[in-house]
């Protein structure tokens, strides 16, 4: 008889010796409480799993997680090389190394005699994770840098392929896909219910409601269904804390963000017939306010309750290393990716970056904009 895909993903945590949890790189706040829940769950399997997401840190709304932890940039120490050189001809009596024009030379002096080429081999080791568990992730190539990176890893190492979107192409060895679901914080609930009711506990279902809140503007976007209430319902009778999240996602802002939004809302443009907002931030708004980058995702979340009717919702900035770069963000049925095709757009279909390096932020919003109001 075979496994359900529940005892098929509990049997797969169980036999990882080192899983890492991996986000896109446009992570949002739904994927990011997920995958601390996530951590949470396998902890209690007894499996201390990395989080890890191209853009390197969470928002610092979800700080009050009991589940939080740090969050990876990169896969650190991923595989090692080793030299294996044959002693019983001459034993070593110096080891160094030196650094030339990007080349690492190994230098090894014996005591007597020498080595030929026969002996000396060089091996790599398995990689430092044995399973991947992706979080809101279409495809792959929504993982960003660290897909370019490290493409061969991905390729080889088993796959958990987490999301709701109805888009995902089912890339992993395991898919747990529910479209019929509006957030990853409901369809890990659904899962971990399914494997053992028990590993829920206050701060776990804490955090998937949390993704769910985050994802469906505390329920008031067009795809909640009744399941989905149901499940909201299901997390609070866990323990979840549903004021707590409401109070630190919408009511609690710091003032460098407050700054920066009353910068973008005071250049807020719209095309209300085609559901467009869009407004532009300098580095010099970066400078004045004292903000960083990640207030742009809580920027969007006051854009979009501010302009209910926005469809499609752009952010032009200057980048800190120079260039001007966008964030687009699009509601079903649109697709984020098509609409920045033209632009080299990377991310999912619901939202992605657009890099603008040949443009100052003036002709990025007209060359941009102009497209959008022709193809929306």
């Known amino acids: 008889m075979s496994l359900s895909l529940p005892d098929q993903i509990l049997h797969a945590l169980k036999r990882a010796e080192r899983p890492v949890i991996v986000l896109k790189e446009l992570a ?69 190394y030196s650094v030339v024009h990007d080349e690492l030379r ?35 190539k929504s993982l960003g840098a660290l897909q370019e990176k490290y493409a061969d890893f991905f390729y ?66 067009q795809n909640v269904t009744p399941k989905t209430l149901a499940t909201a319902s299901a997390l609070i009778a866990k323990g979840a804390k549903r004021e707590e999240i409401v109070e630190h996602l919408y009511r609690t802002r710091s003032v460098e963000t407050l700054r920066l939004w009353g910068r973008a ?21 970066f400078a004045t306010t004292s903000a960083k980058e990640d207030a742009l995702q809580d920027i969007v979340s006051e854009l979009l309750s501010t302009a209910p009717d926005a469809r499609v919702v752009v952010i032009f900035y200057e980048h800190a290393n120079g260039y001007v770069a966008a964030r687009l963000f699009a509601e079903r049925p649109l697709d984020a990716l098509e609409l920045g095709a033209p632009f080299k757009a990377s991310g999912t279909r619901e939202q992605v970056q657009l890099v603008l390096n040949d443009r100052d932020i003036v002709d990025a919003e007209r060359s941009v904009i102009g497209h959008l109001k022709s193809s929306l």
């Open 28 to 96: 949002s706040i739904d994927d990011f409480a997920s995958a601390f829940g996530l951590a949470a769950v396998m902890k209690k399997l007894g499996k201390d799993a990395e989080v890890v997401c191209a853009s390197g840190r969470a928002p610092e709304s979800l700080a009050f997680l009991k589940t939080v932890k740090p969050v990876k940039g990169d896969v650190p120490n991923l595989r090692s090389l080793t030299i294996h050189v044959d002693v019983s001809k001459a034993s070593v009596d110096e080891l160094s």
């Open 106 to 140: 190994v230098h090894i002096m014996p005591k007597n005699g020498f080595w030929n080429r026969e002996d000396v081999k060089i091996a790599t080791t398995a990689f430092r994770y044995d399973l991947v568990i992706t979080i809101g992730c279409q495809d792959l």
């Open 156 to 221: 080889e190492t088993p796959i958990m392929n987490m999301d709701h979107n109805p888009s995902n192409e089912h890339f992993g060895q395991y898919n747990v896909v529910d479209v019929g679901a509006t957030s990853v914080g409901e369809v890990l609930f659904e899962l971990t219910e399914k494997i053992d009711p028990a590993l829920i506990d206050e701060d776990i279902a804490t955090s998937f409601l949390a993704g769910m809140i985050a994802k469906t503007k505390s329920f008031r976007t």
């Open 265 to 285: 809302l005071s250049r807020l443009k719209s095309d209300h017939a085609k559901g467009l907002v869009w407004t532009t931030l300098t580095r010099q708004d």
